[in-house]
T-cell receptor, first 120, second 110 residues
Framework: QVQLVQSGAEVKKPGASVKVSCKAS????????IHWVRQAPGQGLEWMGL????????TFAQKFQGRVTLTRDTSTSVVYMELSSLRSDDTAVYYC?????????????WGQGTLITVSS | QSALTQPASVSGSPGQSITISCTGT?????????VSWYQHHPDKAPKLMIY???KRPSGVSARFSGSKSGNTASLTISGLQAEDEADYYC??????????FGTGTKVTVL
C-alpha cells in the first residue's frame, strides 16, 4: 500500500537548520511529485514547495525561496526537506504529500507529519 | 502569494447542507481548474476530498461536492454528519508549479 513515512520530531535552536525526510513506498517513486506543507500552532496549512523526484527540479513558495532545499535519493525513494536559519515562527508540523506527475490528482497521500520545535 | 480566503467557521445541524467558499484571484482559482479540498482533523494528516474542482477520489463520500465560479471555489457537504466536524482547506495551483492554500474553515455540527 502507498505510504509516506516521515522522520521524527526534532527540537532546534534559532539559527540552526533542520532536515526532515519522507520515505515513499508502495508506488513508483518517479511518477509522483512530493510537496511539503506545514502547519504552525493555531494556524492554517501553508504550501512550501515541491520536488520532481525524476529529475530533482523543485519550485518553492516565494516566502521560502533561499531558505528551503529539497533533495531526493532515488535509490531509497526518500525526499529530504532542509530548512535553514530557523526562527521561532518556523515551529510547526511539517507534512509531505504526493502529486501524480501525469494527472491532476494532487495530495492524495500524506506523511504522518513531523513536529519541528524551534526554541532557545 | 496570498492565502485564499475562506470563512473562519461554518456550522449546520445533522442532515443539513453547508457550503464553504474559497476566494482567490485571477492568478490562481480564477485561472486554473486545479482547486482541491482537504478535511483535517486535529493530530491527523489532511485528507483529500475533492481535486480538479469537482472530482472525488475513490472512497470519498458522494456527500462532498465541489464547484467553481470565477475566482471563487466552493465545497458543499450534504447530509451533514457528526464525523464531518473538522477543519477544511482549499488549495489552488497558482502558476509556475506553485500552490496556495486557503485560510481554513472550521466546520461545526450542531
Amino acid at each position: 500500500q502507498v505510504q509516506l513515512v516521515q522522520s521524527g520530531a526534532e527540537v532546534k535552536k534559532p539559527g540552526a537548520s533542520v532536515k526532515v525526510s519522507c520515505k515513499a513506498s508502495g508506488y513508483t517513486f518517479s511518477n509522483y511529485f512530493i510537496h511539503w506543507v506545514r502547519q504552525a500552532p493555531g494556524q492554517g496549512l501553508e504550501w512550501m514547495g515541491l520536488i520532481n523526484p525524476s529529475g530533482g527540479s523543485s519550485t518553492f513558495a516565494q516566502k521560502f525561496q533561499g531558505r528551503v532545499t529539497l533533495t531526493r535519493d532515488t535509490s531509497t525513494s526518500v525526499v529530504y526537506m532542509e530548512l535553514s536559519s530557523l526562527r521561532s515562527d518556523d515551529t510547526a508540523v511539517y507534512y509531505c504529500a504526493r502529486e501524480a506527475v501525469d494527472t491532476t490528482l494532487v495530495h492524495d497521500y500524506w506523511g504522518q507529519g513531523t513536529l519541528i520545535t524551534v526554541s532557545s | 502569494q496570498s492565502a485564499l480566503t475562506q470563512p473562519a467557521s461554518v456550522s449546520g445541524s445533522p442532515g443539513q447542507s453547508i457550503t464553504i467558499s474559497c476566494t482567490g484571484t485571477s492568478s490562481d482559482v480564477g485561472n486554473y481548474n486545479l482547486v482541491s479540498w482537504y478535511q483535517h482533523h486535529p493530530d491527523k494528516a489532511p485528507k483529500l476530498m475533492i481535486y480538479e474542482v469537482t472530482k472525488r477520489p475513490s472512497g470519498v463520500s458522494a456527500r462532498f461536492s465541489g464547484s467553481k465560479s470565477g475566482n471563487t471555489a466552493s465545497l458543499t457537504i450534504s447530509g451533514l454528519q457528526a464525523e464531518d466536524e473538522a477543519d477544511y482547506y482549499c488549495c489552488s495551483y497558482a502558476r509556475s508549479s506553485t500552490y496556495v492554500f486557503g485560510t481554513g474553515t472550521k466546520v461545526t455540527v450542531l
